[in-house]
């Protein structure tokens, strides 16, 4: 009875009795409550008064709540309410393969199109960034695609890039154009000598302005080419400047660039300047010229390729592992923090390029006529093949003394071995 009367939810039970000693009574006190509820009937509730409703969402970590939301596409309909649509097979495939990419064993024959929304896909998640992962990630994507990943690359200033991320950019292969300007890599740096590895015998523009380099650094970098024709033998533009280490024995070593079209040596260790001049030209074909050459424009090398942003975030992660160093101009490094302007667009001063403006004589080389330039070598081939045939008819006369005499001479105009260079081979 108690429990009838407290309860909120009944139907009217019409009059009570209740039967006392022997006595009917009728209950009308105890009913006072539920006669006014008839009167004014109240709404049927589900819950009672004390019931709230807690939205109840996972508690777990953020990754497992975003696996859960990255499965959907989140807009705003014309109303403003909230619309979701579920994404397709393909692009959940593509996120999941691109957080796992270091796991890939090989990434050849798979299709460009598809490889370059996975890269994006995994350059978004910043996958390329992290210590171990981001170069066996960005190794199968070199490994497969080559300069379609990367195919020219600058560099220039960016010392602190090139020392954090070396292994990363030695994985880079097919590149055409390099920029080292002002980075003080010095003659024993591991990246000038990867400069002669097959893997970047495609380079033909290769700037090296500034970077304390000297006889010794040029003649390693040289020696491949120089004695077994491999290594930057694809060379046409070199610049060379403001590297006052180097000497008029270091230009030497620059003749075996047959294909050199393009040399800047200004701001050099250079004494007889006229004999440079003579013997690039006759090596070969190089004219001095005496307008600034619109090749050696450092804006004409950009990093493009699909890693274009990645040397981007390299550089974030390194600036903010360093403590950045108080500047005159707070605006503008503030643009260079938030990314709103890129570090490239900064006028970068090298140690010696004051100098080098500032020179009366700029020693910037040129090749005048690169078609007319093949004459001479058709005409020393021909001379080359009737001394054969001369060499073939006397090789019933005297077959041994023209064979090695023949054989000396052309070491002799070809290879100049020293002892040094001997070393160098050794070393490779």
């Known amino acids: 009875m108690s429990y009838y009367l407290n309860s909120e939810n009944h ?40 019931f709230s409703v807690e939205l ?54 798979f299709p460009e199109q598809i490889a370059e929304k996975l890269f994006s896909a995994a350059e978004a998640r910043q996958k390329f960034t992290e210590p171990g992962a981001g170069l066996r990630a960005l190794q ?25 991320k070396l292994e990363e950019i030695k994985s880079f292969r097919e590149l055409t154009c390099l920029d080292l300007s002002c980075c003080k890599l010095g003659d024993e740096h591991e990246l000038l000598e990867h400069l002669t590895n097959e893997a970047l015998s495609s380079v033909t523009q290769l700037h090296l302005k500034d970077n304390c380099l000297s006889d010794a650094g040029v003649r390693k970098m040289t020696a491949p080419v120089r004695v077994m024709k491999r290594g930057l033998e694809n060379l046409t533009l070199l610049d060379l400047s403001c590297n006052p280490e180097i000497t008029d024995a270091g230009i030497g070593y620059l003749f075996s660039f047959r294909k050199l079209n393009c040399l800047d040596i200004s701001g050099t260790g250079l004494k007889d300047i006229k004999a440079i001049k003579h013997k690039l030209q006759t090596h070969i074909g190089l004219v001095h010229s005496k307008v600034p050459l619109k090749e050696f424009d450092h804006s004409n090398c950009k990093t493009e390729g699909w890693a274009d942003q990645i040397v981007l975030q390299w550089e974030r992660v390194t600036s903010e592992a360093v403590k950045p160093r108080e500047t005159g101009e707070p605006r503008t490094a503030a643009q260079h923090f938030y990314g709103k302007r890129a570090r490239t667009e900064a006028p970068v001063k090298c140690a010696l390029a004051d100098t080098h403006m500032n020179s009366s004589e700029k020693l910037q080389f040129y090749k005048e006529k690169a078609p007319d330039c093949h004459g001479p070598l058709l005409k020393r081939e021909a001379v080359s093949s009737q001394e054969s045939k001369k060499s073939k008819k006397r090789a019933f006369e005297e077959p041994e003394k023209e064979q090695s005499n023949s054989s000396q001479s052309s070491k002799q105009k070809y290879v100049c071995l020293a002892v040094e260079d001997w070393d160098l081979l050794n070393s490779y």
């Open 11 to 50: 139907l009217d039970p019409g009059p009570i009795y209740v039967r006392e000693n022997g006595q009917l009574h009728m209950v009308n006190l105890a009913l006072d409550g539920v006669k006014s509820s008839l009167q004014k009937p109240r709404p049927f509730r589900l819950f009672p008064k004390g």
């Open 56 to 109: 109840c969402m996972n508690r777990e970590d953020d990754t497992a709540q975003k696996e859960k939301t990255d499965h959907f596409i989140f807009t705003y309909t014309r109303e403003g309410n909230l619309r979701y649509s579920a994404k397709s097979l393909f692009s959940l495939v593509l996120g999941f393969i691109s957080d796992n990419v270091d796991h890939i064993d090989s990434l050849i024959g």
């Open 140 to 164: 199968k994507f070199t490994e497969a695609y080559g300069s379609l990943v990367l195919c020219s690359l600058c560099l220039r200033n960016r010392y602190l890039v090139i020392s954090e």
